[in-house]
């Protein structure tokens, strides 16, 4: 089977991480731009990074033959440093509009509040005008109130709601996401927000339709293989071929698409793997013999 | 006493000779003036002469003192390196000047970890430590629990200062992460309902997802025992729950709402020991907060 994980930061994954997901079906990835685990200080840390994610990032998946997509904005936890995060909001628009952008991500709240707030809506603003796709994260802690918060603020605002992906969801939670007409995204992680076991429950109870299950994985205790693994266990426990393609490939797909940034005839091939490729004259090999060949699945 | 001299103190009888004659010096020197750099270096230095890896151990009367000269400042987990940089930032004689405050900022830039946690342990005994509450709320955003716990435990100063979104915050992630919200200082003087709905919130999300709730969101609920708390509660009190701990703590949540008759019902047909315990504990008074200290020890 194929996969496509709407959300990964593989930057800060490895190359056998990489190997592994290309060998378990991972096709195309999505990579949010996040936090990094503690607060940066400079604009500049933002815009390397910002560059990083359409650079070497997109190159480095290409070598293991995974389509790398991103989604450029400021994260929430950052939007309180309200100095340095009014400088980022005006460096977003220069990363988010460059090929291969499939949305403005991801963006949302953290603690509620009013600089994560206005961050959010400037961004989603941003989004409308330029008829782009939004990935929203949702707040650890008071999860349910934030994930209303971002939905309403963003219908406030006339944004499409057939635009909005709203990540992390839960069972408490789902029902708002989809009752406003969002797409409704999981994140599997092995101990926290959602277990593999769970989503399967959520998708026999709600159906396929507009779910979409991605991995998240970071620099935590995470794991790059959530999506296949989840998709395998859906089969196991007797939901269909068609549920398990939507909810782990296609909906992924047909969501982030509308921001015309997917060349989806070109990922439907099987994509090669070619790495005797360069990027500014630098190799993801550290001097192995290139791998020329077919993804293998 | 200052805090400082408090401080001060403590290090006198447990730094090493040498060690003491360099923060003789360093703490002239300080005093004095010193730039922004050296007083970033003096607060990594100050790693060359005490040891993380050695706890503060303050007695009794230390603690007494301490908490004598600010209100909720407990430096009883401190380590001995925190508390040097502490007496490193108290040193200087400008703290209620912009010149301190630009170089404390500085400090927490290009901190590292235990810098941070010293940095954020002596944001309480500044002078107008208000003008700390926004790094205080960056601190309490930090992925590093540490840190966290630095900011947020045995201190008075985000009940003091924090608004009501950043308080609310504090809280729950303390559930969150696993830091001991009973050593949240002022827990009790700030609760809400809205506290009380995130926390019910909170073990709603927790039993959907088949887990246990952490015994300590029981503490959130205060005085606040509307309906849908009640049945939250009763729900984790059931006798079928095999979570112990978490109905220990439900039992004491009920005397902190004021429920001792529903307590008192439960007790006749309570058979698990440490359950009547509680029970017992919660019955003849112990409300506050720091009773879930005692939670911790089995």
């Not at chain 1, 999981?186 to 109870?205: D, N």
């Not at chain 2, 940089?85 to 900022?105: G, K, T």
């Not at chain 2, 999300?205 to 887990?211: D, H, T, V």
């Amino acid at each position: 089977m194929r996969f496509f994980d709407p959300h990964i930061h593989v930057t800060s994954r490895t190359t056998d991480d990489l190997e592994n997901m290309a060998a378990a079906g991972v096709r195309a990835v999505i990579e949010p731009a996040f936090w990094v685990g503690q607060p940066r200080t400079t604009l500049g840390a933002f815009t390397d990074y910002f560059s990083s994610l359409i650079g070497w990032e997109r190159f480095r998946a290409s070598q293991f033959g995974i389509s790398h997509y991103c989604a450029i904005g400021l994260n929430s936890k950052e939007a309180n440093n309200e100095g340095l995060a009014r400088e980022v909001l005006e460096i977003v628009p220069r990363f988010a509009l460059k090929e291969g952008v499939v949305a403005i991500g991801e963006i949302g709240f953290d603690e509620i509040t009013a600089a994560e707030e206005f961050a959010y809506t400037e961004q989603v603003q941003f989004a409308r005008q330029n008829d782009m796709v939004v990935m929203v994260h949702s707040p650890h802690r008071d999860k349910k109130r934030g994930i209303v918060r971002s939905l309403e603020i963003a219908r406030d605002l006339g944004f499409p709601m057939e635009k909005l992906v709203i990540d992390h969801n839960n069972e408490e939670t789902v029902e708002d996401t989809l009752e406003f007409g969002a797409w409704a995204a999981f994140t599997i992680y092995p101990h926290t927000k959602m277990g593999s076991e769970r989503m399967c429950e959520i998708v026999k109870k709600y159906g396929p339709e507009r779910l979409i299950v991605d991995s998240s994985a970071d620099w935590g205790v995470s794991d790059p293989l959530s999506v296949p693994k989840t998709a395998k266990l859906m089969l196991e426990r007797g939901l269909s071929p068609e549920a398990v393609e939507l909810t782990t490939w296609q909906n992924a797909l047909d969501a982030y698409a509308q921001s015309g940034q997917i060349d989806v005839e070109a990922l439907l091939q099987k994509p090669p793997i070619d790495q005797t490729q360069l990027y500014a004259d630098n190799s993801v090999l550290r001097g192995q013999a290139p791998r020329v060949e077919a993804v293998p699945n | 006493m200052s805090s400082y001299l408090v401080l001060r103190q403590m290090l006198e009888s447990r730094l090493t000779q040498p060690s003491r004659k360099w923060l003789k010096a360093v703490g002239a020197e300080i005093a004095d003036g010193v730039t922004d750099t050296r007083f970033c270096g003096l607060l990594s230095l100050a790693s060359r002469h005490a040891r993380d890896s050695v706890a503060l151990e303050p007695g009794e009367k230390e603690l007494e003192a301490a908490n004598r000269t600010v209100e909720g400042w407990n430096p009883e987990r401190w380590t001995l390196l925190e508390s040097l940089r502490v007496v490193i930032v108290l040193s200087r004689s400008d703290l209620s000047e912009e010149s301190a405050h630009l170089a404390i900022e500085e400090g927490f830039r290009y901190a590292d970890e235990g810098e941070l946690r010293g940095l954020y342990r002596s944001l309480a005994l500044l002078p107008d430590p208000e003008r700390f509450t926004w790094r205080a709320g960056e601190g309490c955003r930090t992925n590093m629990r540490s840190v966290f716990e630095a900011v947020a435990l045995d201190t008075p100063f985000p009940a003091r200062y924090f608004d009501d979104v950043a308080w609310k915050q504090a809280v729950i992630k303390c559930i969150f992460i696993g830091a001991p919200l009973w050593r949240l200082w002022g827990l009790d003087t700030r609760l809400s309902a809205d506290l009380a709905r995130m926390a019910l919130d909170l073990a709603d999300e927790r039993r959907s997802a088949g887990r246990t709730v952490q015994h300590e969101l029981w503490l959130c609920l205060g005085p606040h025992l509307d309906g849908r708390a009640m049945a939250s509660l009763e729900q984790e009190l059931d006798p079928g729950n095999s979570h112990t701990l978490g109905r220990r703590a439900a039992a004491y949540a009920l005397a902190r709402g004021e429920r001792t008759d529903r307590l008192e019902e439960l007790i006749k047909s309570e058979k698990i020991p440490s359950v009547r315990a509680a029970m017992e504990d919660a019955l003849a008074g112990s409300t506050a907060s720091s009773a879930f200290r005692a939670l911790y020890h089995h």
